[in-house]
């Protein structure tokens, strides 16, 4: 910290970059940093590889965020990894992660730094600020701002973007915020002007009626418990999200719903992409969602809430889940108590 403090005595050119498919906790942290080391007097560009759902598209300061892969992103992001005197990583604990970015995160040479919530894999960055015991990456920039003195840098625009990361990455306070000191950051980022109103009604409250559609055809259609086991599945095709005109982040949150089922802890959500099939995956209690992701689904994140892909069709991915599953069965009776 002190290092980093001396660092930014001067003006500095900084990109903060964070990671694919960003989600609320990706963006507030990437924006709501970047709205403070502004107001310090440093010049700053955040980047993503790829797009946000549109329920964070209002979060102040969007309009400027570098997507890779949508046009001018390359040239946006090849001139601020060219100019950044630090590259600061926000929310991600593999480059991997990076998706097309990570090319040029590995070919850069200015110092880096990684601020991230997730248990640590490979050291990939210079230095590190790690807490796995905090909620979202958005809390820990804000406790870093206070312990670096910038608490009076943050704007009631960066109140708001690191709320969002708060609230949304704790699915509006229901996960991961078991520990009251949280609620002492919230409070001050409301005292800061952070809008938790707004927050709610345009993350959680603008759906179209086509995703709320899509949310009834999974629940009732598609949700499958596999009997005696804990575990629940939606599957959902490219053809399915078709018919309900699915738009990116449509299917955000699908996956907590089956975990509301008394004998449900362990709840996957797949989705067919392009050229692999995605996987969501949220637990309760004890079952390492993040270990069977990484084992059978080529992904990682927390205990309860991680990610993961397969290369093959649905049907294939669903054998390989119930597969993994019956290999699981020992740890998921055990987590249930
Ligand atoms: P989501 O289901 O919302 O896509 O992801 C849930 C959590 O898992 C997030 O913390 C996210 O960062 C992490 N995650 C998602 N996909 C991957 C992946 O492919 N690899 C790793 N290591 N983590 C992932
Ligand atoms: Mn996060």
């Given at each position: ?53 549109g329920f964070l598209k209002w979060l102040p300061g969007h309009k400027d965020l570098i997507i890779f892969e949508r046009k001018n992103g390359k040239k946006a992001a090849a001139e601020a990894f060219r100019t950044a005197d630090m590259i600061i990583c926000v929310d ?246």
């Amino acid at each position: 910290m002190e290092e980093f403090k001396k660092f930014l005595s001067e003006p500095r050119n900084l990109l903060i970059l964070s990671h694919k498919n960003p989600d609320g906790d990706a963006v507030g942290s990437a924006l709501g940093f970047k709205h403070i080391l502004t107001a310090m007097g440093h010049t700053v560009t955040a980047a993503v590889p790829d797009a946000a759902p549109g329920f964070l598209k209002w979060l102040p300061g969007h309009k400027d965020l570098i997507i890779f892969e949508r046009k001018n992103g390359k040239k946006a992001a090849a001139e601020a990894f060219r100019t950044a005197d630090m590259i600061i990583c926000v929310d991600f604990n593999s480059p991997d992660r990076l998706g097309d970015l990570e090319c040029l995160f590995r070919a850069g040479t200015s110092p880096t730094l990684l601020i991230d919530h997730h248990p640590p894999q490979e050291q990939f960055t210079d230095m590190t600020r790690i807490d796995p015991t905090r909620g979202s990456t958005a809390e820990l920039i804000y406790l870093m701002a206070v312990s670096l003195e910038m608490e009076a840098m943050i704007s009631p625009d960066a109140a708001t973007c690191l709320l969002a990361g708060i609230m949304t990455d704790t699915v509006g306070f229901k996960v991961s915020c078991s520990y009251p000191e949280i609620f002492e950051t919230v409070a001050s980022l409301m005292r800061l002007g952070g809008n938790k109103d707004r927050i709610y009604e345009e993350v959680y409250g603008q759906f179209s009626s086509d995703r709320m559609r899509l949310l009834g055809y999974s629940l009732v259609q598609k949700m499958k418990i596999i009997p005696g086991t804990g575990a629940a599945y939606i599957d959902l095709t490219r053809a399915e999200l078709k018919q309900f005109n699915h738009k990116k982040g449509d299917t955000e949150g699908f996956v907590n719903y089956p975990l509301s089922i008394g004998e449900v802890i362990f709840s996957v959500l797949f989705t067919e992409q392009e050229d692999h099939i995605k996987l969501s995956l949220r637990s309760t209690g004890n079952f390492p969602a993040n270990e069977f992701a990484s084992r059978y689904f080529n992904g990682g994140g927390h205990l309860n809430a991680a990610g993961g892909r397969f290369f093959g069709n649905m049907e294939q991915a669903l054998k390989h889940f119930e597969g993994a599953v019956e290999i699981y069965q020992g740890l998921l009776t055990n987590s249930k108590s």
